[in-house]
């Protein structure tokens, strides 16, 4: 992933969906997973920025049809980007957009929180070429070019967050909330012969394409404020499916969130919590430090404890992952974040018992892959001139060399 300014009230992420490398072709505090996170800028009166300069997670405001979705029906011919059962003009067309209706049912299908089905407004289409751009429109374009279609990736969203209450975006309305999702566009890899994705209808047919619904969950999760989750079974796994397979198990009327995981769903209420959830509403809070803390890092100054450390919790019963969170800082209002090694792993079901173990990440989810949520965690006067000294900080390396150890009755 790469994290791109656009301007002073704005910042803009991109979280991209990968070909594997093994050969497959207001939330302050570190309290949940991986989300997009952004410093609102205090350089502003503190009636638009809060104040502080604790990160906060990327997330939309979500009321009644709040939430808007377009796609553009212009789809690659040459190669055929997206196989589909019925390959008549309309029924093509049909086929795509249930996927689309379908996997935003996945995100409002999970209990607990309050991105609940009707958020979502009813999924329009529009016939323009180039629909996704900073527009203030959430769009879903499946033959648009774009320079951030470096090999290995599939698709990628980009998402525009406010830092200041009042900014817009194009033609949206202004911002509401400091962390505010103003514009999240999806881009699907256009006109790649060797990419090619396939409806749940089509995939069985199509061993060698990619299965569209999984890949349509995974970005659909970037449109909502989460990065990448280390955890393998999550939805948000930075890693696409084997062609001709597909994450998690296919959604139904039952069960409309069944592709995602535990971590995904944990991680959705700490996004959207709602207030009446009394089942899911435990939590696990603790610090990672060194035991010799002269191993830590000189420089930037003030790192007390272990950053960027993957924090897990798995239910004793069941050996499940419920929830994970790359820990390593906290941070109290005015700010800024302090890199202390602290974790919270907020809105666990209550009544269970967790073992928590943290590992580096040093394997096949590292850290640039989730950099949305711990390289934004600062702003400086070198990042951003005039901001206030007291409230700057510099974000440390994460620290990917560890090992652990759990001390008897901790």
Known sequence: MRKQKQHRAIHNFIAVFLVAFYGVCGIPGASGYAFNQIVPDV????????GSACPVASHDVVTQSSIAEQ?????????????TVDQTPAG???????????????????????????????????ATQNACGSD???????????GAFTPGILAFTRVI???????????????????????ADVYFSPGNSMVVFATPAALASSPAAYDFESLMIHELGHTLGF???????????PFAPAPGTYSGMRPTAQTPDAPLGDDDRTGLRVLYPDPADTLNVGSLTGRIVPANPLSLPLSPPGVTGIFGAHVVAVDAA??????????????????PAQFDGTYEIGHLPVGHSYQVYAEPLDNTVYPSLVSPAIASLCR???????????????????????TTRTRPGT
């Open 92 to 126: 093509r067309l049909n086929e795509i957009e249930l996927v689309i209706r379908q996997s935003l049912a996945v995100w409002t299908g999970v209990s607990g929180t309050t991105l609940v089905p009707g958020v979502f407004a009813p999924v329009t289409r529009t």
């Open 136 to 146: 203030g429109v959430n769009s879903i374009c499946f033959d648009q070019a774009d």
């Open 227 to 237: 990065s990448h989750s280390a955890v393998l079974a999550a939805m948000m796994y």
């Open 318 to 335: 069941s050996g499940a992952v419920i929830g994970a969170t790359l820990g390593g800082w906290s941070c109290t209002a005015p700010g």
């Open 71 to 83: 796609w553009s029906t212009v789809l690659g011919t040459n190669p055929v980007t997206i196989l």
């Open 43 to 50: 350089r502003q009166p503190a009636s638009v920025s809060g």
């Open 380 to 402: 400086n006067p070198t990042t951003d001139a005039g901001w206030p000294p007291l409230q700057a900080c510099v974000v440390p390396s994460v620290n990917t060399s560890f």
């Open 161 to 183: 967050t406010a830092d200041v209450v009042g900014v817009q975006v194009g033609t949206g309305a202004p911002a509401t909330q400091v962390g505010q999702i103003l514009d």
